[in-house]
């Protein structure tokens, strides 16, 4: 009976204690998964602050978008270096049948990825003679700064039948040209009629002048430029155009991802779009990319739901070259933090999150109401085998009595009486750890 009541009692004390301990784990691994690095640092959008402005200190740059697959399936787009995938929190070897070395190496690039832009000298205006023989046409440049933003201005509209030098302000110190944007004016996508009737069109041929900064001539800065969407470029600096309102013709450099999908990694909702050749159509923020499924993770951190995964600078070269700006760094995920968190960005941290999840009222509640299951289980455990010794040497004690009177010291009565309790306790023990190891 003092056995049997062991093994309930420890057994439940066990089961307490390492149920307690899991409860515990699962806030730290909930916390890692939400916030896989210590610092994550995202654009406040009370106060639009671009995240690469307002951070000082090392970080990893991180593009984090959404979209969706053509069977309707949404996902949460994220563009991370290859190299630091290994070094995330909140992985679990169950998440994928690769481990995390394996899978940065299945999505990393072999050769320089980034986003490639012509250099442009110090100065403050751009200006660029143009001329064209169809329809007028809205040109707009867009210029990258030296921590990787990129806005758009407007360069002026050239019509048809003379030469116009088309100009506008650089903003910023250092700039570097992505890319021209041909556009139709007076409808189209400056001033749609709606997508109802007869829609606007613009054709012709473009021919574009050496481009100047602050009076700088830059003969070579149009070389090794192509035109997409509904630009095509031809011999002697001319860009034939056919646009429309939904088709966007850009001017721009020949990227070394041009022709090439995206390799991502891919949860199996979004997977399951691809085709025979793993090859998945991805819209993401509406712009289509082709992307290529190189392995399939069940899950990736910092994501709730279906995810695609891809290298930062394959995937921010691509996003870059359909519409300059989508593939601009938007968080930075670090492991320290100098001095105070500015207060431009929101700035999450994994001790925060783990502080919320272990100060929500069921949890503690849990938490308590197991460590006292737990110390209650272990004090009767004690008191139970204590009653049980004492009701030995009650029930025994002629037997006891017996001994003594045929020689038995008072020693060897005592160590007979905690043998027999050692006994005891053995069975209960044993028995309690199995339980609690079944529990």
Do not use: C
């Given at each position: 009976?003092?056995?049997?009541?062991?093994?309930?009692?420890?057994?439940?004390?066990?089961?307490?204690?390492?149920?307690?301990?899991?409860?515990?784990?699962?806030?730290?691994?909930?916390?890692?998964?939400?916030?896989?690095?210590?610092?994550i640092?995202?654009?406040?959008?009370?106060?639009?602050?671009?995240?690469?402005?307002?951070?000082?200190?090392?970080?990893?740059?991180?593009?984090?978008?959404?979209?969706?697959?053509?069977?309707?399936?949404?996902?949460?787009?994220?563009?991370?270096?290859?190299?630091?995938?290994?070094?995330?929190?909140?992985?679990?070897?169950?998440?994928?049948?690769?481990?995390?070395?394996?899978?940065?190496?299945?999505?990393?690039?072999?050769?320089?990825?980034?986003?490639?832009?012509?250099?442009?000298?110090?100065?403050?205006?751009?200006?660029?003679?143009?001329?064209?023989?169809?329809?007028?046409?809205?040109?707009?440049?867009?210029?990258?700064?030296?921590?990787?933003?990129?806005?758009?201005?407007?360069?002026?509209?050239?019509?048809?039948?003379?030469?116009?030098?088309?100009?506008?302000?650089?903003?910023?110190?250092?700039?570097r040209?992505?890319?021209?944007?041909?556009?139709i004016?007076?409808?189209?996508?400056?001033?749609?009629?709606?997508?109802?009737?007869?829609?606007?069109?613009?054709?012709?041929?473009?021919?574009?002048?050496?481009?100047?900064?602050?009076?700088?001539?830059?003969?070579?800065?149009?070389?090794?430029?192509?035109?997409?969407?509904?630009?095509?470029?031809?011999?002697?600096?001319?860009?034939?155009?056919?646009?429309?309102?939904?088709?966007?013709?850009?001017?721009?450099?020949?990227?070394?991802?041009?022709?090439?999908?995206?390799?991502?990694?891919?949860?199996?909702?979004?997977?399951?779009?691809?085709?025979?050749?793993?090859?998945?159509?991805?819209?993401?923020?509406?712009?289509?990319?082709?992307?290529?499924?190189?392995?399939?993770?069940?899950?990736?951190?910092?994501i709730?739901?279906?995810?695609?995964?891809?290298?930062?600078?394959?995937?921010?070269?691509?996003?870059?070259?359909?519409?300059?700006g989508?593939?601009?760094?938007?968080?930075?995920?670090?492991?320290?933090?100098?001095?105070?968190?500015?207060?431009?960005?929101?700035?999450?941290?994994?001790?925060?999150?783990?502080?919320?999840?272990?100060?929500?009222?069921?949890?503690?509640?849990?938490?308590?109401?197991?460590?006292?299951t737990?110390?209650?289980?272990?004090?009767?455990?004690?008191?139970?085998?204590?009653?049980?010794?004492?009701?030995?040497?009650?029930?025994?004690?002629g037997?006891?009595?017996?001994m003594?009177?045929?020689?038995?010291?008072?020693?060897?009565?005592?160590?007979?009486?905690?043998?027999?309790?050692?006994?005891?306790?053995?069975f209960?023990?044993?028995?309690?750890?199995?339980?609690?190891?079944?529990?």
């Open positions: 009976v003092a056995a049997t009541f062991l093994v309930a009692s420890i057994g439940l004390a066990l089961f307490a204690a390492v149920y307690r301990s899991t409860l515990l784990t699962g806030q730290v691994d909930e916390a890692a998964y939400a916030v896989p690095a210590p610092y640092a995202a654009e406040d959008l009370s106060q639009l602050v671009p995240v690469l402005h307002a951070w000082h200190g090392p970080a990893t740059e991180v593009l984090r978008e959404t979209g969706n697959v053509p069977a309707g399936v949404s996902f949460g787009f994220l563009g991370l270096p290859a190299t630091a995938l290994p070094t995330i929190g909140g992985w679990r070897s169950d998440f994928s049948r690769s481990s995390l070395p394996s899978l940065a190496a299945a999505i990393a690039p072999t050769a320089d990825t980034s986003l490639v832009t012509a250099a442009l000298p110090a100065g403050s205006s751009f200006r660029l003679p143009a001329a064209t023989t169809g329809n007028l046409v809205a040109i707009r440049a867009f210029f990258r700064s030296p921590v990787g933003d990129i806005v758009g201005v407007p360069l002026g509209t050239v019509r048809p039948g003379r030469s116009t030098v088309l100009s506008g302000a650089i903003p910023y110190t250092h700039a040209l992505v890319s021209l944007e041909l556009d004016v007076n409808s189209g996508r400056i001033t749609a009629n709606a997508g109802t009737g007869l829609q606007p069109s613009a054709r012709g041929s473009l021919r574009l002048g050496t481009p100047h900064v602050d009076g700088t001539a830059l003969p070579q800065l149009f070389a090794n430029w192509i035109g997409t969407g509904g630009a095509a470029q031809q011999s002697n600096g001319k860009v034939r155009y056919s646009l429309t309102p939904d088709l966007v013709a850009r001017f721009r450099p020949r990227q070394p991802t041009d022709g090439f999908p995206l390799p991502v990694l891919a949860t199996p909702g979004v997977a399951s779009a691809a085709g025979p050749d793993e090859i998945v159509p991805l819209s993401v923020e509406g712009e289509t990319i082709r992307a290529h499924i190189a392995a399939v993770v069940t899950r990736f951190p910092s709730v739901g279906e995810a695609v995964i891809a290298d930062r600078a394959t995937a921010a070269a691509i996003l870059d070259t359909r519409s300059p989508l593939g601009t760094t938007n968080e930075l995920w670090a492991q320290t933090l100098r001095g105070r968190a500015p207060t431009t960005v929101e700035v999450t941290t994994r001790a925060a999150v783990l502080a919320d999840l272990r100060a929500d009222p069921l949890a503690r509640g849990a938490l308590l109401t197991l460590a006292a737990s110390l209650l289980a272990l004090a009767l455990a004690l008191v139970g085998l204590i009653l049980g010794v004492v009701a030995d040497r009650r029930d025994d004690q037997e006891l009595f017996d003594e009177a045929q020689g038995a010291s008072p020693a060897t009565l005592r160590m007979h009486l905690r043998l027999r309790a050692l006994l005891v306790a053995a209960g023990v044993v028995g309690a750890v199995a339980t609690g190891a079944v529990l």
